[in-house]
Protein backbone atom coordinates (compact mmCIF):
# COMPACT_ATOMS: atom_id res chain seq x y z
CA UNK A 1 0.00 0.00 0.00
CA UNK A 2 1.30 3.58 -0.72
CA UNK A 3 2.25 5.60 2.01
CA UNK A 4 -0.53 8.36 0.84
CA UNK A 5 -3.17 5.92 0.92
CA UNK A 6 -2.22 4.37 3.94
CA UNK A 7 -2.24 7.80 5.77
CA UNK A 8 -5.75 8.62 3.78
CA UNK A 9 -6.73 4.79 5.32
CA UNK A 10 -5.39 5.88 9.10
CA UNK A 11 -7.14 9.44 8.92
CA UNK A 12 -10.55 7.99 8.25
CA UNK A 13 -10.03 5.11 10.48
CA UNK A 14 -9.12 7.51 13.46
CA UNK A 15 -11.85 9.91 12.30
CA UNK A 16 -14.30 7.34 12.97
CA UNK A 17 -12.99 5.87 15.76
CA UNK A 18 -13.19 9.31 17.65
CA UNK A 19 -16.92 9.77 16.45
CA UNK A 20 -17.98 6.33 17.68
CA UNK A 21 -15.82 6.91 21.23
CA UNK A 22 -18.02 10.34 21.54
CA UNK A 23 -21.45 8.65 20.57
CA UNK A 24 -20.66 5.57 22.66
CA UNK A 25 -20.13 7.91 25.62
CA UNK A 26 -22.92 9.76 25.36
CA UNK A 27 -25.41 6.87 25.66
CA UNK A 28 -23.21 5.63 28.64
CA UNK A 29 -23.46 9.57 30.03
CA UNK A 30 -27.69 8.99 29.20
CA UNK A 31 -27.68 5.39 31.19
CA UNK A 32 -26.07 6.89 34.27
CA UNK A 33 -22.84 4.98 34.13
CA UNK A 34 -20.30 7.40 34.23
CA UNK A 35 -20.07 10.09 36.56
CA UNK A 36 -18.98 13.87 35.93
CA UNK A 37 -19.96 15.54 32.66
CA UNK A 38 -18.82 16.00 29.25
CA UNK A 39 -18.03 18.52 26.33
CA UNK A 40 -18.32 16.61 22.76
CA UNK A 41 -16.45 16.96 19.54
CA UNK A 42 -19.00 15.05 17.34
CA UNK A 43 -18.08 17.64 13.62
CA UNK A 44 -14.79 18.26 14.61
CA UNK A 45 -12.91 15.09 14.35
CA UNK A 46 -11.08 16.49 10.55
CA UNK A 47 -9.23 19.17 12.96
CA UNK A 48 -8.34 16.61 15.81
CA UNK A 49 -7.24 13.98 13.38
CA UNK A 50 -5.22 16.04 10.38
CA UNK A 51 -2.98 18.10 12.74
CA UNK A 52 -2.44 15.09 15.07
CA UNK A 53 -1.76 13.20 11.46
CA UNK A 54 0.71 15.78 10.67
CA UNK A 55 2.93 15.03 13.51
CA UNK A 56 6.22 12.94 14.61
CA UNK A 57 6.68 10.70 17.47
CA UNK A 58 7.99 12.72 20.63
CA UNK A 59 5.86 16.00 19.57
CA UNK A 60 3.17 17.38 21.89
CA UNK A 61 -0.28 18.34 21.82
CA UNK A 62 -2.36 20.52 24.51
CA UNK A 63 -6.06 20.44 24.46
CA UNK A 64 -8.84 21.68 26.46
CA UNK A 65 -12.28 20.84 28.02
CA UNK A 66 -13.36 19.29 24.61
CA UNK A 67 -10.55 16.82 24.65
CA UNK A 68 -11.90 13.52 23.50
CA UNK A 69 -11.16 13.81 19.88
CA UNK A 70 -7.69 14.99 20.40
CA UNK A 71 -6.37 11.95 22.72
CA UNK A 72 -7.64 9.81 20.22
CA UNK A 73 -6.19 11.60 17.21
CA UNK A 74 -2.69 11.51 19.17
CA UNK A 75 -2.86 8.02 19.63
CA UNK A 76 -3.83 8.00 23.17
CA UNK A 77 -5.23 4.18 24.10
CA UNK A 78 -8.67 4.25 23.57
CA UNK A 79 -9.05 1.84 26.50
CA UNK A 80 -6.84 4.44 28.82
CA UNK A 81 -9.23 6.85 27.72
CA UNK A 82 -12.71 4.91 28.36
CA UNK A 83 -11.33 4.05 32.15
CA UNK A 84 -10.68 7.44 32.76
CA UNK A 85 -14.02 8.50 31.76
CA UNK A 86 -15.15 5.37 34.69
CA UNK A 87 -12.47 7.10 36.97
CA UNK A 88 -10.87 3.85 37.15
CA UNK A 89 -6.84 3.28 38.27
CA UNK A 90 -6.37 2.25 34.70
CA UNK A 91 -7.28 5.11 33.56
CA UNK A 92 -4.94 7.53 31.55
CA UNK A 93 -4.84 9.99 34.84
CA UNK A 94 -5.55 6.99 36.99
CA UNK A 95 -8.96 8.28 37.40
CA UNK A 96 -8.23 11.18 39.01
CA UNK A 97 -8.60 13.50 36.06
CA UNK A 98 -11.59 12.45 34.03
CA UNK A 99 -13.10 13.79 30.84
CA UNK A 100 -11.72 17.42 31.18
CA UNK A 101 -8.24 16.60 32.21
CA UNK A 102 -7.07 13.02 29.99
CA UNK A 103 -4.18 12.82 28.70
CA UNK A 104 -0.78 10.66 27.69
CA UNK A 105 2.60 12.31 28.22
CA UNK A 106 4.31 9.18 26.54
CA UNK A 107 1.81 9.25 23.75
CA UNK A 108 2.35 13.08 23.28
CA UNK A 109 -0.69 14.50 24.77
CA UNK A 110 0.18 17.03 27.94
CA UNK A 111 -2.91 16.30 30.24
CA UNK A 112 -6.40 19.31 29.30
CA UNK A 113 -6.74 22.15 31.26
CA UNK A 114 -10.60 22.74 31.40
CA UNK A 115 -9.64 26.14 31.97
CA UNK A 116 -10.36 28.47 28.70
CA UNK A 117 -7.23 29.23 27.44
CA UNK A 118 -5.34 27.69 29.91
CA UNK A 119 -3.56 25.11 27.84
CA UNK A 120 -1.81 28.28 25.47
CA UNK A 121 1.30 29.09 28.12
CA UNK A 122 1.71 25.50 28.57
CA UNK A 123 2.16 24.74 24.82
CA UNK A 124 4.41 27.68 24.92
CA UNK A 125 6.41 26.55 27.28
CA UNK A 126 6.55 22.79 26.49
CA UNK A 127 7.48 24.14 23.01
CA UNK A 128 10.36 26.35 25.28
CA UNK A 129 11.66 22.75 26.47
CA UNK A 130 12.03 21.62 23.63
CA UNK A 131 14.50 24.36 22.63
CA UNK A 132 16.19 23.95 25.70
CA UNK A 133 16.54 20.22 25.71
CA UNK A 134 17.29 21.04 21.49
CA UNK A 135 14.84 18.19 20.77
CA UNK A 136 13.59 18.58 17.19
CA UNK A 137 10.42 18.35 18.78
CA UNK A 138 7.00 20.74 18.20
CA UNK A 139 3.82 21.47 20.09
CA UNK A 140 0.27 21.71 18.53
CA UNK A 141 -1.91 23.81 20.83
CA UNK A 142 -5.70 23.57 20.31
CA UNK A 143 -8.39 25.59 21.67
CA UNK A 144 -11.64 27.34 20.36
CA UNK A 145 -12.61 30.57 19.34
CA UNK A 146 -13.45 31.41 22.87
CA UNK A 147 -10.03 31.41 24.54
CA UNK A 148 -8.75 33.83 21.98
CA UNK A 149 -10.73 36.80 23.91
CA UNK A 150 -8.74 35.40 27.03
CA UNK A 151 -5.28 37.46 28.15
CA UNK A 152 -3.32 33.86 28.44
CA UNK A 153 -4.03 33.82 24.15
CA UNK A 154 -1.84 36.89 23.86
CA UNK A 155 0.59 36.68 26.24
CA UNK A 156 1.88 32.97 25.00
CA UNK A 157 1.24 34.05 21.30
CA UNK A 158 2.73 37.01 21.66
CA UNK A 159 6.32 35.48 23.84
CA UNK A 160 6.15 31.96 21.20
CA UNK A 161 6.35 34.48 18.48
CA UNK A 162 9.77 36.90 20.19
CA UNK A 163 11.27 33.88 20.79
CA UNK A 164 10.37 31.61 17.74
CA UNK A 165 9.28 29.04 19.56
CA UNK A 166 8.26 25.44 17.95
CA UNK A 167 4.56 25.47 18.16
CA UNK A 168 1.52 25.53 15.84
CA UNK A 169 -1.79 27.76 17.56
CA UNK A 170 -4.56 25.71 16.22
CA UNK A 171 -7.73 27.30 17.26
CA UNK A 172 -11.06 24.91 16.40
CA UNK A 173 -13.84 27.79 15.12
CA UNK A 174 -17.07 26.10 16.17
CA UNK A 175 -18.68 29.65 16.19
CA UNK A 176 -20.29 29.44 19.91
CA UNK A 177 -18.03 29.90 23.12
CA UNK A 178 -20.49 27.83 25.13
CA UNK A 179 -23.45 29.82 24.10
CA UNK A 180 -22.45 32.76 23.20
CA UNK A 181 -21.87 33.33 18.85
CA UNK A 182 -18.27 34.19 18.17
CA UNK A 183 -19.47 37.69 16.67
CA UNK A 184 -21.26 38.96 19.54
CA UNK A 185 -17.70 39.13 21.36
CA UNK A 186 -15.31 39.52 18.48
CA UNK A 187 -14.95 42.64 15.92
CA UNK A 188 -12.84 41.34 13.38
CA UNK A 189 -14.43 39.07 11.04
CA UNK A 190 -11.19 36.20 11.24
CA UNK A 191 -9.41 34.47 14.61
CA UNK A 192 -6.35 34.43 11.72
CA UNK A 193 -5.99 38.36 11.48
CA UNK A 194 -5.01 38.58 15.34
CA UNK A 195 -1.48 36.69 13.64
CA UNK A 196 -0.77 39.95 12.21
CA UNK A 197 -0.79 41.66 16.18
CA UNK A 198 1.72 39.11 16.70
CA UNK A 199 3.98 39.03 12.97
CA UNK A 200 3.65 35.74 12.10
CA UNK A 201 1.73 34.13 9.86
CA UNK A 202 -2.30 33.33 10.18
CA UNK A 203 -4.28 31.40 7.49
CA UNK A 204 -8.14 30.60 7.94
CA UNK A 205 -9.25 27.19 6.13
CA UNK A 206 -12.03 24.59 6.04
CA UNK A 207 -11.60 22.88 9.29
CA UNK A 208 -14.07 19.96 8.23
CA UNK A 209 -11.63 18.68 5.47
CA UNK A 210 -9.04 16.75 7.02
CA UNK A 211 -6.54 16.70 4.45
CA UNK A 212 -6.26 20.44 3.89
CA UNK A 213 -6.02 20.44 7.57
CA UNK A 214 -3.43 17.60 7.56
CA UNK A 215 -1.61 19.80 4.32
CA UNK A 216 -1.36 23.18 6.39
CA UNK A 217 -0.77 21.27 9.60
CA UNK A 218 2.57 19.86 8.04
CA UNK A 219 3.73 22.97 6.72
CA UNK A 220 3.28 24.97 9.58
CA UNK A 221 4.38 22.12 11.33
CA UNK A 222 8.05 22.34 9.24
CA UNK A 223 8.25 25.94 9.90
CA UNK A 224 8.29 25.79 13.58
CA UNK A 225 10.56 22.73 13.30
CA UNK A 226 13.25 24.93 11.43
CA UNK A 227 13.45 27.51 13.88
CA UNK A 228 11.17 30.06 12.04
CA UNK A 229 8.54 29.82 15.18
CA UNK A 230 4.74 30.00 15.57
CA UNK A 231 1.77 29.79 13.14
CA UNK A 232 -1.36 30.56 13.52
CA UNK A 233 -3.93 28.36 12.28
CA UNK A 234 -7.55 28.86 12.53
CA UNK A 235 -9.71 25.90 11.36
CA UNK A 236 -13.59 26.81 10.40
CA UNK A 237 -15.68 23.59 12.14
CA UNK A 238 -18.97 23.02 14.19
CA UNK A 239 -19.69 20.96 17.12
CA UNK A 240 -22.69 18.22 16.33
CA UNK A 241 -23.92 18.36 20.46
CA UNK A 242 -24.39 20.86 22.75
CA UNK A 243 -21.51 22.94 24.47
CA UNK A 244 -21.64 19.94 27.13
CA UNK A 245 -24.22 17.22 28.28
CA UNK A 246 -26.56 19.28 29.81
CA UNK A 247 -27.14 22.11 26.90
CA UNK A 248 -29.81 21.36 24.12
CA UNK A 249 -28.19 24.02 22.23
CA UNK A 250 -31.41 26.24 21.44
CA UNK A 251 -29.49 29.01 20.82
CA UNK A 252 -28.77 27.92 17.25
CA UNK A 253 -31.12 27.75 14.36
CA UNK A 254 -32.13 23.95 13.27
CA UNK A 255 -31.31 25.14 9.86
CA UNK A 256 -27.83 26.26 10.69
CA UNK A 257 -27.42 23.35 12.61
CA UNK A 258 -28.65 20.89 9.58
CA UNK A 259 -26.42 22.85 7.06
CA UNK A 260 -23.41 22.01 8.80
CA UNK A 261 -24.42 18.15 9.45
CA UNK A 262 -24.12 18.15 5.29
CA UNK A 263 -20.47 19.50 5.77
CA UNK A 264 -19.66 16.24 7.93
CA UNK A 265 -15.80 16.22 7.62
CA UNK A 266 -16.63 11.91 8.04
CA UNK A 267 -19.18 11.72 5.54
CA UNK A 268 -17.09 13.87 3.09
CA UNK A 269 -13.86 11.68 3.91
CA UNK A 270 -15.82 8.82 2.84
CA UNK A 271 -17.00 10.23 -0.18
CA UNK A 272 -13.72 10.98 -1.50
CA UNK A 273 -11.65 8.01 -0.56
CA UNK A 274 -14.48 6.13 -2.23
CA UNK A 275 -14.18 7.90 -5.52
CA UNK A 276 -10.44 7.50 -5.40
CA UNK A 277 -10.57 3.90 -4.95
CA UNK A 278 -8.74 4.14 -1.42
CA UNK A 279 -11.83 2.60 -0.17
CA UNK A 280 -13.99 -0.30 -0.72
CA UNK A 281 -18.12 0.14 0.43
CA UNK A 282 -17.07 -3.49 1.64
CA UNK A 283 -14.47 -1.91 3.79
CA UNK A 284 -16.68 0.84 5.47
CA UNK A 285 -18.44 -2.41 7.41
CA UNK A 286 -15.68 -3.86 8.59
CA UNK A 287 -13.64 -1.24 9.68
CA UNK A 288 -17.21 0.26 11.99
CA UNK A 289 -17.44 -3.49 12.87
CA UNK A 290 -13.74 -3.61 14.40
CA UNK A 291 -14.04 0.10 16.31
CA UNK A 292 -17.32 -0.97 17.53
CA UNK A 293 -15.46 -4.31 19.21
CA UNK A 294 -12.80 -2.17 20.66
CA UNK A 295 -15.31 -0.14 22.01
CA UNK A 296 -17.34 -2.82 23.76
CA UNK A 297 -14.07 -3.95 25.11
CA UNK A 298 -13.22 -0.62 26.32
CA UNK A 299 -16.27 -0.24 27.83
CA UNK A 300 -16.51 -4.06 29.62
CA UNK A 301 -13.00 -3.98 30.62
CA UNK A 302 -13.58 -0.07 32.51
CA UNK A 303 -16.75 -1.35 34.34
CA UNK A 304 -14.37 -3.79 35.63
CA UNK A 305 -11.14 -2.26 36.65
CA UNK A 306 -10.90 -1.02 40.11
CA UNK A 307 -11.24 2.86 41.20
CA UNK A 308 -8.04 4.24 42.48
CA UNK A 309 -7.11 3.93 46.08
CA UNK A 310 -8.08 6.34 49.01
CA UNK A 311 -4.56 6.00 49.95
CA UNK A 312 -3.14 6.67 46.46
CA UNK A 313 -4.87 9.98 46.90
CA UNK A 314 -2.31 12.46 47.14
CA UNK A 315 0.28 11.04 44.81
CA UNK A 316 0.81 12.29 40.76
CA UNK A 317 -0.22 15.81 42.23
CA UNK A 318 1.82 18.71 42.98
CA UNK A 319 0.58 19.96 45.90
CA UNK A 320 -0.40 17.71 48.59
C1 LIG B 1 -11.47 30.79 32.34
C2 LIG B 1 -12.78 30.07 32.12
N1 LIG B 1 -13.90 30.78 31.95
C3 LIG B 1 -15.08 30.14 31.74
C4 LIG B 1 -15.14 28.76 31.71
C5 LIG B 1 -16.45 28.05 31.42
N2 LIG B 1 -16.42 27.57 30.03
C6 LIG B 1 -16.10 26.29 29.76
S1 LIG B 1 -16.03 26.02 28.12
C7 LIG B 1 -16.45 27.58 27.74
C8 LIG B 1 -16.56 28.04 26.31
C9 LIG B 1 -15.27 27.92 25.59
O1 LIG B 1 -15.42 28.25 24.22
P1 LIG B 1 -14.29 27.97 23.18
O2 LIG B 1 -12.97 28.39 23.74
O3 LIG B 1 -14.71 28.60 21.90
O4 LIG B 1 -14.25 26.39 23.05
P2 LIG B 1 -15.43 25.40 22.61
O5 LIG B 1 -16.24 25.11 23.84
O6 LIG B 1 -16.21 26.07 21.55
O7 LIG B 1 -14.74 24.17 22.14
C10 LIG B 1 -16.64 28.33 28.90
C11 LIG B 1 -17.02 29.75 28.92
C12 LIG B 1 -13.93 28.06 31.91
N3 LIG B 1 -13.89 26.73 31.91
N4 LIG B 1 -12.76 28.73 32.10
Request: net charge negative; with cysteine; charged share 25%.
Amino acid sequence: MSETKERKLFMYHRMLMCRMFEERVYYLFLEGRLPGTIHQSQGQEASAVGVCSALEDKDMITSTHRPHSHAIARGVSVRSLMAELFARETGCCRGKGGSMHVGDMEAGMVPAIAIVGGGIPLAAGCALAFRYLEQPNIVACFFGEGATNIGTFHEAVNMAAIWNLPVVFVCENNKYAASTAVEKVMRVKRVSERAMAYGIPGETLDGNDVEAVYQAMRKAGSRARAGDGPTLLELETYRFAGHSRSDPGRYREPEEVAAWKQRDPIARYEAKLLAERVLEPAEITKIKTSIERELEAAVAQAESDPSPKPEDCLSDVFAS
